[in-house]
T-cell receptor, first 114, second 113 residues
Framework: SQTIHQWPATLVQPVGSPLSLECTVE??????LYWYRQAAGRGLQLLFY??????ISSEVPQNLSASRPQDRQFILSSKKLLLSDSGFYLC?????????????FGNGTRLTVT | DQQVKQNSPSLSVQEGRISILNCDYT??????FLWYKKYPAEGPTFLIS?????DKNEDGRFTVFLNKSAKHLSLHIVPSQPGDSAVYFC????????????FGKGTTLSVSS
């Protein structure tokens, strides 16, 4: 069965510091991978998605970036965090080869920028 | 520009009664709709979905209804249980390769015993 791992679970970082959140998927190959953010009162906002290694689409301009160095690895980064980057970050995957396929989420990372 | 709207931030229901969560969308290209349930400090979990070729899909206590002409869908939970207390997100997609789900802001359901 497929599983998704996301770490760390919680993170407190000062403004201006770098960020690296990692997500890996097991039990499938060539998944579509996504980063979402849940900010207070704003629901789930799509940040990035990837349909393959090195292929990244950005949905929201910001100081975050994403990379997919391996088929089942998705990384969310920032060179300098802002206070507004605080939120709950969620990685997700889906297999579009099976037609209508729901997103499967990791347990998320709670990021607090101080 | 919100393409998926959940206009009720919260809903309170007594155990055993029906919970009805509503969702409206604006993009006529959406043809795949889902509901997710989320507990605090956890990722959302997939609950039920419906394709635009159907108007109803049922899975145990959960039923999703789709009204394409009104661009409206709803989730019915019968009977409601205290363990159903969570945030429920509606999501939609045009089901094209490489696109992602668009989520509403969520409705917090509280089921009291």
């Amino acid at each position: 069965s497929q599983t998704i791992h996301q770490w760390p679970a919680t993170l407190v970082q000062p403004v201006g510091s770098p960020l690296s959140l990692e997500c890996t998927v097991e039990g499938t190959s060539n998944p579509n991978l996504y980063w979402y953010r849940q900010a207070a009162g704003r629901g789930l906002q799509l940040l990035f998605y990837s349909v393959g290694i090195g292929q990244i689409s950005s949905e929201v301009p910001q100081n975050l970036s994403a990379s997919r160095p391996q088929d089942r690895q998705f990384i969310l980064s920032s060179k300098k965090l802002l206070l507004s980057d605080s939120g709950f970050y969620l990685c997700a995957w889906t297999d579009l080869r099976t037609g209508n396929s729901p997103l499967h989420f990791g347990n998320g990372t709670r990021l607090t920028v101080t | 520009d919100q393409q998926v709207k959940q206009n009720s931030p919260s809903l309170s229901v007594q155990e055993g009664r029906i919970s009805i969560l509503n969702c409206d969308y604006t993009n006529s290209m959406f043809d795949y709709f889902l509901w997710y349930k989320k507990y605090p400090a956890e990722g959302p979990t997939f609950l039920i979905s419906i394709s635009s070729i159907k108007d109803k899909n049922e899975d145990g206590r959960f039923t999703v209804f789709l009204n394409k002409s009104a661009k409206h869908l709803s989730l019915h939970i019968v009977p409601s249980q205290p363990g159903d207390s969570a945030v429920y997100f509606c999501a939609a997609s045009p089901n094209q390769a490489g696109t992602a789900l668009i989520f509403g802001k969520g409705t917090t359901l509280s089921v009291s015993s």
